[in-house]
């Protein structure tokens, strides 16, 4: 009786997790032929199934498939340091990427814990620049105003990836790269990379 009561417990932790990895995953896959909007949904549908999962770590496994499907990494992590790119070396790249990715992902597994279907609301879709389109959407709060956001998104090999997003009028695009300069001012790569190591340690 025991053993039957601690695996259905198992079982039924277990069940929804799963079942949000799959969503989670499936949601990344459907970005192949989609538009701005699309993207944004995915996102936003990630978000809510990684939020029933139990625990950071968890929610990270469901997101990071999500955020690399949604988000053009590769392209704001060389815009941050775009003073820099140019003269690093092909390993430092490929390590400043992976530690911008593992950062990023894990900045979204720790914010966004208690979202649900009603969370998220898209309210306009235009042409930002050439080539590049602007949502604006809203995050309904219970306890204060809805926060505005503004995704930036551009079009890469027949995919919209978001490429920066503004929160309240704040650009976090911006804000690393003031961030990343301000290190790369007094030091190297490798201290950059080690400063995003911990701020992802610290999330977790």
Request: no cysteine; net charge negative; proline share 2%.
């Given at each position: 009786m025991r053993l039957q009561t601690s695996f259905g417990r198992f079982r039924a932790l277990i069940v929804p997790i799963a079942a949000a990895?799959?969503?989670?995953?499936?949601?990344?896959?459907?970005?192949?032929?989609g538009t701005p909007a699309k993207t944004v949904d995915t996102l936003h549908r990630g978000l809510v199934e990684a939020a029933r999962?139990?625990?950071?770590?968890e929610r990270y496994r469901l997101l990071q498939p999500v955020i690399v499907a949604t988000h053009d990494l590769q392209y704001i992590a060389e815009f941050s340091i775009r003073r820099q790119w140019?003269?690093?070396?092909?390993?430092?790249?490929?390590?400043?990427?992976?530690a911008f990715e593992e950062l990023?992902?894990?900045?979204?597994?720790?914010?966004?814990?208690?979202?649900?279907?009603?969370?998220?609301?898209?309210?306009?879709?235009?042409q930002s620049t050439v080539g590049r389109i602007q949502i604006t959407a809203?995050?309904?709060?219970?306890?204060a105003a809805d926060l505005p956001l503004e995704y930036l998104l551009h079009e890469r090999d027949g995919t919209w990836k978001i490429i920066?997003?503004?929160?309240?009028?704040?650009?976090d695009?911006?804000?690393?790269?003031?961030?990343?300069?301000?290190?790369?001012?007094?030091?190297?790569?490798?201290?950059?990379?080690?400063?995003?190591?911990?701020?992802?340690?610290?999330?977790?």
């Amino acid at each position: 009786m025991r053993l039957q009561t601690s695996f259905g417990r198992f079982r039924a932790l277990i069940v929804p997790i799963a079942a949000a990895l799959v969503a989670a995953t499936a949601a990344g896959q459907e970005l192949a032929a989609g538009t701005p909007a699309k993207t944004v949904d995915t996102l936003h549908r990630g978000l809510v199934e990684a939020a029933r999962a139990a625990g950071i770590d968890e929610r990270y496994r469901l997101l990071q498939p999500v955020i690399v499907a949604t988000h053009d990494l590769q392209y704001i992590a060389e815009f941050s340091i775009r003073r820099q790119w140019p003269s690093l070396g092909a390993d430092e790249r490929r390590r400043f990427a992976a530690a911008f990715e593992e950062l990023s992902v894990m900045t979204y597994a720790s914010r966004f814990t208690g979202v649900t279907e009603d969370t998220f609301q898209v309210a306009d879709i235009a042409q930002s620049t050439v080539g590049r389109i602007q949502i604006t959407a809203a995050i309904k709060r219970s306890d204060a105003a809805d926060l505005p956001l503004e995704y930036l998104l551009h079009e890469r090999d027949g995919t919209w990836k978001i490429i920066n997003i503004v929160a309240d009028g704040v650009s976090d695009l911006a804000l690393k790269r003031a961030e990343y300069q301000r290190i790369l001012a007094d030091g190297s790569i490798d201290d950059l990379i080690a400063h995003l190591e911990q701020q992802t340690d610290r999330l977790r």
